[in-house]
């Protein structure tokens, strides 16, 4: 492989899969959610619900709101396997609420841990796009929601460790070649030195499925939310390089190519293929992209990621499936995609 692509950091699509910007915010008149009755937790729904819809963004008339107690089991965790949502979230619905715009790129979240959670995903790495969009939002809910504020402390928050900026800004990211070689241990604990933490595929206390890791900054205090943004920016940067030089080690062992094209052939050939052998897999074939192996893009296996997980299968199926018709779909639903370069929709795949 060329060397420029090992040190050229203006295309990071290779490693970074998709940027999220976060804010935590609660109304300065109401108690902390925790502290809230459910009368209240539906009074504060109702007022941010209300800032949004009818505020002066010209986006507002693009959100819709979701009662989250109005959800299925199916659909509230597909909003967990699809980032726009927390775990927590979904655990008790009720007094919940979430705005979501119809591209999904923005999700506000209503009675989490805090009053306001504000997110934004972008694919790729556009840390600082994610981060002028979440702002720009924030500073227009702040407008008529008057936000917990203290001049020492910056904005108040349930947890202590997101007192100040109250903004989490992360990083997914496709990290194969460092989980190969056994460093990430290392580098977990030296991110740790750094003010970053790396987790899972769905952040604290989760595994990193497919060789897909949570970069995000740790430090909510005593720095800007754009010194944070620049930190996380530059250790990305640096991340980045090592996870390219681990690869071009990788790429050199025929045994790595044999499971990568072993990966392409189960992934084109299977009847049956389980979500986690599936995420393996696609982490595998994601690998082999980058190498030059297939002309498959890595938009269509990022999205892949997302559309074959239980939850959302079963969403965009509009019924409930035992596992073994999971399996079945899923591995029609990869095979379709590969072929066509493009991912169809999975209820023409269900009857096809």
Known sequence: MAEKKYTDLKDLSDVVISTRIRFARNLREYPFPCRLSEEKKRRVASIVKEAVLEGHSAISDRFRYIQMSELTQEEAVSLVERHLVSPEFISNRQGRGLLLLDDESVSIMINE????????????????????????????????????????????????????????????????????????????????????????????????????????????????????????????????????????????????????????GILMYAKLVSNSECMKLLSNVRFGVEMGCFEVDFETINRLIIEIQPATLMKNIGKKLTPGERDHIRAKLVRTALSQKQIPTARRLENS
């Open 113 to 264: 841990e805090d009053h306001v959670r504000i997110q934004v995903i972008q694919s790729g790495m556009r840390l600082n796009e994610a981060y002028e969009l979440a702002d720009k939002i924030d500073t227009l809910l702040d407008e008529s929601l008057n936000f917990a504020f203290n001049e020492k402390l910056g904005y108040l928050t349930q947890c202590p460790t997101n007192i100040g900026t109250g903004m989490r800004a992360s990083l997914m990211l496709h990290l194969p070649g460092l989980q190969e070689s056994g460093a990430m241990g290392k580098i977990a604990a030296s991110l740790s030195k750094l003010g970053l933490a790396i987790r899972g595929l769905y952040g604290e206390g989760s595994d990193p499925v497919g060789a897909i890791y949570q970069l995000s900054n740790q430090v909510t205090l005593g720095i800007t939310e754009q010194e944070a943004v620049r930190n996380l920016q530059d250790i990305a940067g640096q991340l980045v390089l090592q996870e390219r030089s681990a690869r071009e080690k990788l790429s050199e062992n025929i045994q790595v190519l044999d499971e990568i094209y072993r990966s392409y």
